[in-house]
């Protein structure tokens, strides 16, 4: 039991030492999540400008028709960066947490295995001590 203390102070101590790097994680996945949305729309946008040049709407005319082409061919490109930005974020994100993941289990499991280990040396202890005052008896009765 008083193992088990011994072992989160370490962990609880690293927490804190990560404390800011999980702060700074957060606000940049806040910050890709505002990226996606800011290029779903800009997306849209850009979509609702060249659809408008080639359904001959409102500036589909004149000088503002090549303006709105021209302006929305750039608002897709620049939301399909975007996009690939935020996407490629999430996937190194995926690969982090995952491999994060594989870590803790890999300890868990070499943790378990240490006390299992600690434990079976006690018995073999406790179990040398109780045999070995029991054989002392026997070899002093004669």
Do not use: C
């Not at 947490?97 to 073999?124: G, S, Y």
């Amino acid at each position: 039991m008083f193992g088990n203390r011994k072992q989160q102070e370490p962990q609880n101590q690293e927490s804190q030492e990560n404390r800011p790097h999980r702060e700074e994680e957060s606000r940049d996945k806040f910050r890709m999540v505002v990226w996606g949305i800011a290029a779903l729309y800009i997306l849209y946008t850009g979509i609702r400008l060249v659809a408008g040049y080639f359904a001959g709407g409102e500036g589909a005319e004149g000088s503002n028709a090549w303006a709105n082409l021209g302006g929305g061919i750039l608002f897709i490109l620049a939301a399909v960066l975007l996009l690939i930005t935020v996407a490629r974020y999430a996937v190194r994100v995926f690969r982090e947490t995952k491999a994060d993941m594989e870590r803790i289990v890999r300890e868990d499991a070499e943790a378990a295995e240490q006390a299992r280990l600690e434990a079976a040396d006690e018995e073999i202890l406790d179990e040398g001590a109780d045999g070995g005052a029991a054989g002392g008896d026997d070899a002093a009765q004669p």
